[in-house]
């Protein structure tokens, strides 16, 4: 299948700082990524669809303006923590819908271990 | 978006095949089924997915029930390898984005 690339793999941080996480299509383009959020032991949440050159599609309850989504291109999404704070700390991870299966199987990232001190 | 229950939990002896169950009564006609795992501190990983027939690649088959209610993932010969979180996920809406449910943490034991 078709691979994303998500960089860094974990990145520690000041409280009140930001952080830019990077997702990345390789040899393939992408349209549509996703952003997903995880905590210990818990299931990943939705938090947003990314769209190239269009705004992003947030879930209920995400705050836009915290999480800042950037789709410039075909091939990359980022996603931008403003602000952050430990309760901000979590595994963020992309998807993004994978070419070789039809379009309709997703392919992920590896993920993005963010701690906010 | 519909959604999906797993068991949280279930236990398999290696070299043996493993059924995992997902129902997903809420599914809607042009939802696709998709399973994927993910083990601690990585993304999830694409095992499979099928919409209506039942489907079957190099790792894993999946069994969908005629009404679409639910499905099955089977591995034919669990290795240790397998032991991770499995999830039964459902794509809808124009995106067709995934609404992870809770998952199965599937244990092989040597």
């Known amino acids: 299948g078709a691979v994303v690339s998500q960089h860094p793999s974990r990145v520690i941080c000041k409280s009140g700082t930001s952080v830019k996480i990077e997702c990345r299509s390789l040899?393939?383009?992408?349209?549509?990524m996703f952003w997903y959020r995880q905590f210990p032991k818990q299931s990943l949440m939705l938090m947003a669809t990314s769209n190239e050159g269009s705004k992003a599609t947030y879930e209920q309850g995400v705050e836009k303006d915290k999480f800042l989504i950037n789709h410039a291109s075909l091939t990359l999404s980022t996603l931008t923590v403003t602000s952050a704070h430990p309760e901000d700390s979590s595994f963020y991870i992309c998807s993004a819908r994978d070419p070789d299966r039809g379009g309709y199987g997703y392919t992920f990232g590896s993920g993005t271990r963010l701690t906010v001190v | 978006d519909a959604k999906t229950t797993q068991p949280n939990s279930m236990e398999s002896n290696e070299e043996e095949p493993v059924h995992l169950p997902c129902n997903h009564s809420t599914i809607s006609g042009t939802d696709y089924i998709h399973w994927y795992r993910q083990l601690p501190s990585q993304g999830p990983e694409y095992v499979i997915h099928g919409l209506t027939s039942n489907v079957n690649n190099r790792m894993a088959s999946l069994a969908i029930a005629e009404d679409r209610k639910s499905s099955t993932l089977i591995l034919h010969r669990a290795t240790l390898r397998d032991a991770a979180v499995y999830y039964c996920v459902n794509s809808g809406g124009s995106n067709y984005k995934l609404t992870f449910g809770k998952g199965t943490l599937l244990t092989v034991n040597p």
């Open positions: 040899d393939f383009q992408a349209t549509t």
